[in-house]
């Protein structure tokens, strides 16, 4: 059975930190790109980043460059994404799935999707 499951969603402070992981199983993980995406109440599923099945590129959208970090270990089948300076407008679920990752994360039809993690931004 194919699994991707986020954690480490939570409550932070406004220029807080939170280290999100994506664990994978059931399918070949090293051969995937995988991407991370958020949707926040009343808006559309953002692409926030992505990394190659190598590890060797990514991909940030402009609203989090500088800010989050995107990394994989597939030898625990996890990408992590490391969210630093966070804004109350980066509250959203984020969810990961597998994507084609170049300039810009692209969903395919047949990709594997995870359920998601609440990331909320408040003092």
């Known amino acids: 059975e194919v699994q991707l499951q986020a954690y480490g969603g939570g409550l932070v402070q406004p220029g807080g930190s939170l280290r999100l992981s994506c664990v994978a199983s059931?399918?070949?993980?090293?051969?995937?790109?995988i991407g991370w995406f958020r949707q926040a109440p009343g808006k559309e599923r953002e692409g926030v980043s992505c990394?190659?099945?190598?590890?060797?590129?990514?991909y940030y959208a402009s609203s989090v460059k500088g800010r989050f970090t995107i990394s994989r270990d597939n030898a625990k089948n996890t990408v992590y994404l490391q969210m630093n300076s966070l804004k109350p407008e980066d509250a959203a679920v984020y969810y990961c799935?597998?994507?084609?990752?170049?300039?810009?994360?692209?969903?395919?039809?047949?990709?594997?999707w995870g359920q998601g993690t609440l990331v909320t931004v408040s003092s």
């Open positions: 990394i190659t099945a190598s590890g060797g590129s990514f």
């Open positions: 059931g399918f070949a993980f090293d051969d995937y790109d």
């Open positions: 799935a597998t994507v084609e990752c170049g300039f810009g994360l692209r969903q395919r039809a047949n990709d594997y």
